[in-house]
Structure formats: C-alpha cells, structure tokens
C-alpha cells in the first residue's frame, strides 16, 4: 500500500443506487487465485452493454469513482475492492457505503469518499456535463472539491484510518511496526513451542 494524501484526476459517473458487490465483481470472477487481473470483471455483466458508463471513451483514464448512494452492498468479497483497485481508481465516491465494503477499501488504499446526498448529485451531474473535470480528495483535510464548478464537501475519516493512508499501512505494514518486539520474543521462545522453521 502506497502512502497517499491527495487524489487528483476525472471521474467516471456510476449514476446507479444500490450496487452490491456481485455486481462489482460477478462471482464466476471468485474462481481467480491471483489477487491481479479483476479489474477485467469489473462490472462485467454491464460493460456487456456498449453504453454503460465504463464502456465510453470521454471516461477512460479516469482515476475516481462517483456512484449513487449504498455502494457496495451485500457479500464481503474483498474480489469487489480488489476489481476496483486493479481497474485503475483510487477513490469510490457514495452517499452511503456498505460497512464491510468500506472495511476493505481501507485496508488496501482505495479511499472510500463518504459525501452528503446533495453533494453526490451534484458531481454526478457535474461529471455528465464535463467528462474533464477534475476533483481533488484531500485525505489529510478530508476534503473532496471540484474547483472548477464550485463543488467542496468533507467527508467522514477516523483517525487511525487515515493514519493508515498517509503512512500507506496495511495490515502487514501495521504488524512490521512491531517487528524487534515480534524478533524479540520468537528468541526467548522456549524450543519446545510450536516454530515455522
């Protein structure tokens, strides 16, 4: 996970309420082993139709992603986190989220960008009207804005949360804050204990 503070770029507008994370990933994707390659099924039984937002040029490259409200709902699958990550965006805008949806973005450095219902309209709208527009998340302000038309809101963080952003800390990465405490005490194990040697 890379340490990020700000999040620059244009936006794909995923005007959709309740997408669940079977949608975000259909399940005949969960056969994978690899944890790389999602971002192909990503949305994959809609980018079937040639005018789904995905499938439209003035979109492509775009590093942000604004949907409706309750995004990423149902299943726990990390696969959908994973599907959005490897596609290529670094932050999911939503009115609402589903809970463990938003758990696992935090866990692998896809911001998820809680705003009011106002506010996502707004750049849904903003978005349609011009596919260049840029929007900037500013994790350490919790700000997201799009200067060019007016748009600004705050959006909810914790502080170990965004901690974990600027420092770019996984899970992993947490537990390597402790790694002379953890050498420290597999040396005083006795040997007869359970190793991984």
């Known amino acids: 996970m890379q340490p990020t503070r700000i999040i620059s770029g244009t936006a794909v507008p995923l005007d959709r309420s309740d997408v669940d994370t079977d949608q975000i ?8 082993i690899e ?3 999602f971002g192909k099924g990503l949305f994959s039984e809609w ?13 492509v490259g775009a ?3 604004v949907a409706g409200p309750n995004f990423g709902t149902g299943s726990s699958r990390e696969h959908a986190v ?5 596609y290529g965006f670094r932050a999911v805008v939503s009115p609402r989220f589903g809970d463990i949806f938003r758990n696992n973005c935090t866990k692998v450095g896809l ?10 309209v707004a750049l849904l709208r903003a978005i349609e009207a011009d596919p260049t527009l ?5 994790i350490e302000r919790r700000t ?11 959006f909810p963080l914790d502080d170990f949360t965004q901690n974990r952003f600027l420092k770019g800390l996984d899970d992993i990465g947490l537990t390597l804050r402790h790694d002379r405490d953890i050498a420290t005490f597999e040396a005083q194990r006795p040997s007869y204990s359970p190793s991984l040697k």
Request: hydrophobic letters at 45%; glycine letters at 6%.
């Open 25 to 32: 990933i259909p399940s005949d994707w969960l056969k994978r």
């Open 35 to 37: 944890r790389t390659g």
């Open 47 to 59: 980018r079937d139709d040639r005018d789904f937002v995905l499938n439209q040029a003035q979109y």
């Open 63 to 65: 590093n942000i992603l």
């Open 82 to 86: 994973w599907a959005l990550e490897d």
């Open 111 to 120: 911001v998820p960008v809680q705003v009011s219902a106002a506010l996502g």
């Open 134 to 138: 840029e929007i900037t998340i500013d």
């Open 144 to 154: 997201i804005e799009a200067p060019k038309v007016g748009l600004v809101g705050e």
